[in-house]
């Protein structure tokens, strides 16, 4: 189990910390966040081109650099303090992590070449149930055909960056069961459009399929597995992001603490404020170990991902939701204002806490997956 990252995977995550530090601010976050696309072009441009972010998870063969999850979790972290509006999540880690699973070496040879250059964005497009925030497989559109040739119809509300997508990996329900399809975005039957989401910082986007073309590269038999391991690796990229929301809102918290004046003495000494600050801290670096936990068994022990993943997904968000919490209470009034960052912690923080499914659906998972 991991007690300490690597020299080589710190090192990683000071290079990006760095990077975003000097490429990325909380003015370009509100920048980018009131345009149509939500999406940071040029730091994407620079984390793929020169760190290989894009292609982090990509094996060599494919043109990627043959990290694992560690490797990703080392990285998720800084972007998420840095509210970075990048599609790492969605076409780095859940795209390539389906493909993979998915094992069809010739699709693999196609399209992750592509993903891992930073050329194609990627992403997964499945229905999320409304109660929880799971993936729902009650709603999948359906796919109809056979060999070469598949159609698929349905409509998919809430796709991950699904409005900047190069490239869809759909599930669809079929004849014979659950199948992995991949289509394009200019194929005719395709719509697309830009949804907004409670989480500003967060690109969403709808997909409405009739009769779209679409090629098959999972079959009922690995579709749907293929998928489960990617979610579990998505949940634990997600959970180090929000240790770094976290972090990043508490270093905020203290900040404002340190700086703010009331009865002729800094917030920072008063009692209440350093147990507010102290309970955050314990928090946090909970949640960072719950995190690295789960990166480690992605790595080294597949067979306790299921339940490592569900954990650090139900853990890390909800600390990230109080760490973000109580910054704003520390901040006072101005925590409340528009204009302050702060408040785009929380709602990324409660953004994501559903994304993937909630912590109650996670702690359902981890009963079942135990067998309790």
């Known amino acids: 189990m991991i007690v300490a990252l690597s020299p080589e995977q710190e090192e990683l995550r000071r290079v990006v910390t760095r990077v975003v530090a000097d490429s990325w601010s909380h003015a370009d976050v509100r920048r980018v966040m009131a345009t149509d696309d939500v999406f940071a072009r040029e730091l994407w441009q620079q984390l793929s081109g020169d760190l290989g972010l894009a292609g982090l998870a990509v094996p060599e063969r494919y043109g990627g650099a043959g990290a694992g999850a560690v490797e990703l979790a080392a990285v998720a972290e800084p972007l998420g303090a840095a509210l970075a509006c990048v599609p790492f999540l969605s076409s780095a880690v859940l795209a390539v992590s389906a493909l993979l699973a998915c094992g069809d070496e010739d699709s693999c040879c196609e399209l992750l070449p592509g993903i891992a250059s930073g050329d194609t964005i990627a992403t997964v ?22 060999g070469g040739s598949w159609r698929l119809r349905g409509t998919l509300e809430a796709v991950l960056d699904g409005h900047i997508a190069d490239l869809f990996l759909v599930p669809a329900a079929g004849p014979l069961g659950v199948g992995l399809f991949v289509l394009e975005p200019e194929t005719p039957g395709v719509r697309r459009a830009r949804v907004r989401a ?11 399929l009739d009769d779209a073309a679409a090629r098959l590269v999972a079959n009922v038999d690995a579709a749907w597995p293929a998928l489960a391991r990617a979610f579990d ?30 009865f002729g003495r800094p917030i920072g000494s008063f009692q209440a404020v350093q147990h507010i600050c102290a309970d955050v801290l314990v ?59 702060i408040q785009l912690y929380l709602k990324r923080a409660r953004f994501s806490n559903v994304l993937l499914g909630d912590p109650p659906f996670h702690r359902e998972l981890i009963a079942q997956r135990l067998e309790w």
């Open 233 to 262: 690796v998505g949940r634990v990229v997600l959970a180090a992001e929000q240790v770094g929301c976290a972090q990043r809102a508490l270093e905020l918290a203290v900040g404002h603490a340190r700086d703010r004046v009331q």
């Open 283 to 341: 928090q946090v670096e909970s949640a960072r170990s719950a995190a690295w936990y789960a990166a480690w068994a992605a790595a080294q022990a597949p067979d306790e991902l299921p339940v490592a993943a569900a954990l650090a997904k139900a853990w890390c968000c909800e600390a990230s939701v109080r760490a973000s919490q109580q910054a704003v209470q520390v901040h006072g009034g101005v925590g409340f204002t528009w204009e302050h960052p």
């Open 198 to 208: 409670f989480d500003p910082t967060r690109g969403m986007g709808s997909l409405r």
């Open 125 to 146: 497009a499945v229905p999320w149930n409304r109660a929880d925030g799971s993936p729902d497989r009650a709603l999948l559109p359906r796919a109809s055909g056979e």
